[in-house]
């Protein structure tokens, strides 16, 4: 599900709480499953995708819309790979050893879904200040979920946080592995939309109670 960005009462935050950028909308699952197996690893992925996105969003934005769809994507893709550049030139020096560690996933954040498919129904299409509110949620749905797995998997998977020996027993190694991580995120998915289930029902009753209010005025 995909919030309306015309929609005002629906589209600003929804990024990270309401249509959560990988628990929700599925976007950019592969590195948390496959790279987010400690804080270190979380922190790179998470400078790296939070800089490329919003930088490439906000330039692609200036795009113009009358262009055939496949060339969009084409300058989309080609504007996240200029700016994948500095952002790994820096992630080299910052994080040193986490760009080779984590592989094709790092490069790969520079293709993700939020920039290349999703941009022009999710960003484009409001005031530019609204867009600017609307893609940080976005960004930030994706950092929270890589933090708290990367958490949860360096603690019970090698005892530790950020690489700090913490007295947590028993663990279990196979959370450290791919399979791990897609069953952890499942299960945080599953969690995830339980609770937004059972929180929408009164949301749904508020908003037609304020509807019905203003009818009757």
Do not use: W
Request: net charge positive; charged share 15%.
């Amino acid at each position: 599900m995909y919030s309306d960005p015309a929609n005002k009462t629906s589209s600003r935050f929804d990024g990270l709480l309401a249509d959560n950028t990988v628990l929700s909308a599925l976007m950019v699952i592969s590195p948390v499953i496959m790279c987010s197996d400690t804080l270190r690893n979380a922190e790179a992925l998470i400078y790296a995708f939070s800089a490329i996105t919003f930088i490439s969003v906000i330039l692609c934005s200036f795009v113009p819309r009358k262009l055939p769809y496949a060339v969009k994507v084409i300058i989309y893709a080609a504007i996240a790979a200029l700016v994948y550049i500095p952002v790994k030139s820096l992630a080299q020096v910052t994080y040193p050893g986490i760009v080779s560690r984590v592989g094709i996933y790092f490069p790969l954040l520079a293709v993700n879904s939020l920039i290349v498919f999703r941009g022009e129904s999710l960003f484009y299409g409001v005031k530019k200040a609204r867009m600017i509110t609307s893609l940080t949620f976005y960004i930030l749905g994706f950092d929270a979920v890589m933090l708290v797995t990367a958490v949860i998997r360096e603690l019970f998977t090698y005892g530790t946080f950020n690489s700090h020996m913490v007295d947590v027993s028993p663990t279990v190694s196979g959370l450290g592995m791919p399979f791990g991580g897609f069953i952890l995120l499942g299960l945080m998915c599953g969690v995830y939309r339980k609770v937004r289930s059972a929180l929408r029902p009164a949301s749904d009753a508020e908003e037609r109670k304020e509807g019905s209010d203003v009818s009757g005025n």
